[in-house]
């Protein structure tokens, strides 16, 4: 496949406003392709390089991106920025820029779809001092080689917002109508690898290939999320419920194979070096090849420690051991998802407990069943009088449903209510705050991941985190229009509310009313955000 059908496919998509539509034009396309082709057609549809699990990142952020096209259109950075900052869209106007573009000496080579993709890779694989020349120089043969309408992709490609509303249901459902499979198949076999590019390949050679498809050690997969809600309602829709410690800590995903292990953070990334004496407790805590799903949390004595304390590990990459004399973490483990290479996504929670209960030694979370509301209730006030954030409550049925916030895990906590919101733009302070972003503009996503506008925060951020934040964000920026910016997504807030109203003034529908910053999550994805139709649910509970 060209890049350029690429482009044209996506194009139509873009102009597509159905979504049924859209998956009739995916559905389309995924049979005509290649066995190299077509996972690479389906990760780049959704606007991915590489499958969730993968290590690899393309490091490349938009003022490399910027600097590449200025060279191609024979213009200065800053007269590209100013174009691109006027528009509001990255793609679209490095597609203008090239279509004005001086040299004549560009089309000599069609781009192959693969092509690109392999530069990518290797842009992925370089590093060194040199890294960002050598990053540069294929940026600009690539955008040399890139009629307008390519440009506008590799560019939203590379920045991480190809904007054409295709999430992960669109395209399970344009898998299974291709190949004439299950959506439930198609769903299992994502579940479990990690990737839907693969899985439109096995769903080439049918059902049963689906079907097979096992969660496999060291290749992570994404975590169970929970929702909020009540005891009452739980116990009202599922009779018995399991009631666990909520932990204000750090989620991870424990892989063992033998004498190896690996450590995984929310966001798939490979931690384990920065935590070793969590590794060495679990690695002693079961003779199985196994995968569990826990958190770890910091402690002094017997008492947890904010959660910042847990990340001040995460991030460490030197001097690690006077760390880990002074930061003392604890894992607890909640859940497993594989033992002895048996997948167990599919089993119900109560069975998963009894086989962690049977295959871990120690570090187990404690855990209650019962329906009596009372028991349950004192249970919470025990875990906040210990120093956590509240409990989970479980259906003893729930299938563990990787990536997936439904209703089969319910979090209770008490206070304010907080939310998980993606940093998408910000306001320049005033005063000492000057020279940093003083107030920060806040999405949500809706069923697409379409990053959807709802909220601005500015109070509870202290000078020392706007420093963090200015710090983390700076190279970010996408576009500056008199007192703002617009980053490219990449770090999530925990804000908490009074209320959650109706809004004409955000592209959500919705605002927060008395938005208060809690804390930087960044150990969560952009694609873990709140989605509209959360936020809408919240609204209605509310008003109820």
């Not at 307008?148 to 991480?160: D, F, N, Q, T, V």
């Not at 929702?227 to 666990?244: F, L, P, Y």
């Not at 210990?386 to 299938?399: Q, R, Y």
Request: hydrophobic share 40%.
């Amino acid at each position: 496949m060209l890049f350029n059908e690429f482009s044209e496919i996506c194009e139509n998509i873009e102009e597509t406003s159905g979504r049924l539509d859209s998956i009739d034009i995916i559905a389309g396309v995924l049979p005509g392709l290649s066995v190299e082709e077509l996972p690479v057609f389906v990760r780049f549809l959704m606007g991915r390089i590489f499958p969730d699990y993968s290590p690899e990142k393309i490091g490349i952020g938009p003022n490399l991106v910027y600097e590449a096209v200025a060279y191609v259109v024979g213009r200065n950075r800053d007269a590209v920025i100013k174009k691109i900052n006027s528009g509001g869209d990255a793609g679209r106007a490095i597609e203008n820029l090239l279509a004005k573009k001086e040299q004549t000496s560009f089309f000599s080579e069609s781009l192959d779809l693969l092509e690109v993709f392999r530069d990518f890779h290797y842009i992925s694989g370089v590093l060194g001092n040199s890294s960002q020349k050598e990053k540069l120089k294929v940026l600009k043969r690539l955008f040399s080689n890139a009629n307008p309408k390519e440009a506008r992709y590799i560019s939203r490609l590379i920045l991480g917002e190809l904007r054409i509303g295709v999430g992960e249901g669109n395209i399970r459902d344009a898998i299974a109508k291709a190949f004439s499979v299950s959506s439930n198949a198609v769903e299992h076999a994502y579940q479990a690898s990690n990737d839907l590019g693969n899985v439109a390949v096995l769903a080439g050679k049918g059902e049963v290939a689906l079907w097979k498809v096992k969660v496999e050690l060291f290749r992570p997969v994404k975590m169970m999320l929970a929702k909020q809600g009540t005891i009452a309602d739980m116990i009202a829709e599922n009779g018995h419920i399991a009631a666990e410690y909520k932990y204000d800590g750090t989620r991870f995903q424990f892989h063992k194979k033998g004498n190896e292990c690996r450590i995984y953070s929310r966001k798939l990334e490979d931690v384990t070096n920065a935590i070793p004496d969590v590794a060495e407790m679990l690695i002693n805590a079961s003779e199985h090849d196994i995968i569990l799903d826990g958190e770890v949390i910091a402690v002094d004595g017997e008492r947890p420690l904010p959660f910042q304390y847990v990340l001040r590990r995460f991030r460490r990459k030197h001097d690690i051991a006077s760390h880990v004399e002074s930061i003392k973490l604890v894992p607890n483990i909640f859940d497993i998802i594989s033992i002895d290479n048996e997948t167990l996504i599919d089993e119900p929670f109560s069975k998963r407990r009894e086989i962690l209960e049977e295959s871990i030694e120690s570090y187990v979370a404690p855990q209650i069943v019962s329906d009596d509301i009372d028991y349950i209730e004192s249970f919470y006030k025990k875990a906040l009088e210990d120093g956590h954030e509240g409990i989970m409550v479980k259906s003893l049925t729930a299938h563990y449903t990787p990536g997936v916030r439904g209703k089969e895990w319910i979090k209770i906590k008490p206070a304010v209510d907080t939310i998980d919101l993606a940093v998408i733009g910000a306001e320049w302070g005033e005063g000492k705050r000057a020279k940093m972003f003083g107030s920060f503009l806040l999405a949500c996503q809706d069923e697409t991941g379409t990053l959807l506008p709802v909220s601005k925060v500015a109070t509870g951020i202290s000078d020392e985190m706007l420093s963090v934040l200015y710090s983390l964000l700076k190279d970010s920026v996408i576009l500056e229009a008199k007192n703002t910016v617009s980053f490219e997504p990449e770090l999530v807030f925990e804000v908490g509310y009074a209320e959650i109203q109706k809004s004409p003034t955000y592209k959500a529908g919705y605002a927060l009313r008395f938005p208060r910053f809690i804390r930087l999550r960044d150990d969560k994805r952009i694609d873990e955000i709140e989605t509209i139709s959360s936020i809408e649910e919240r609204f209605k509970n509310q008003s109820s």
